[in-house]
């Protein structure tokens, strides 16, 4: 997942209807611009505005960009029994790799799962194997 910014450039060069949009591709976040642009403003269909639509990448995708609040992710660790957990720390939950990302108001992880872009919830006991920065397990829950 990437940033990109997208606006209209009219034959002149003038650009307008800037916006900025998180997507896979650059033809993704043109889509997204259009979709979010119909609401009033255009009533012509994509294959005619994405002629129009200029697009730039802004920045890259990292996991730390969906870390929570630290004072709610410690609160989880201390009250779970998790004191050596961190954020960005890898775990297994089920057989799935993930990055924990933070804790929420459940007093369980925000897991972002490898190949998705979004944090799930994830009980810090069930099925789950604990890894340091070199890979080594240094925890299991197998419940």
């Not at 611009?33 to 639509?53: A, C, N, R, T």
């Not at 870390?67 to 029994?81: A, Q, T």
Request: proline share 1%.
């Amino acid at each position: 997942m990437n940033t990109y910014e997208v606006w209209c450039e009219d034959k002149y060069g003038e650009s307008w209807c800037r916006g900025t949009y998180p997507a896979e591709t650059a033809g993704k976040a043109k889509y997204a611009h259009w979709y979010y642009m119909q609401d009033g403003i255009w009533e012509e269909s994509f294959s005619v505005i994405v002629k129009f639509l200029r697009c730039r990448k802004i920045g890259g995708f990292k996991v730390s960009d969906l870390f929570s609040n630290r004072e709610k992710f410690e609160r989880v660790c201390e009250k779970r029994g998790i004191s050596f957990a961190y954020q960005g720390m890898r775990i297994e939950v089920d057989g799935q790799f993930g990055t924990i990302v933070g804790g929420n108001d459940s007093l369980n992880l925000d897991v972002v799962f490898d190949g998705k872009y979004y944090a799930e919830n994830c009980h810090p006991w069930w099925k789950t194997k604990y890894f340091d920065r070199k890979g080594n397990l240094i925890k299991e829950f197998m419940d």
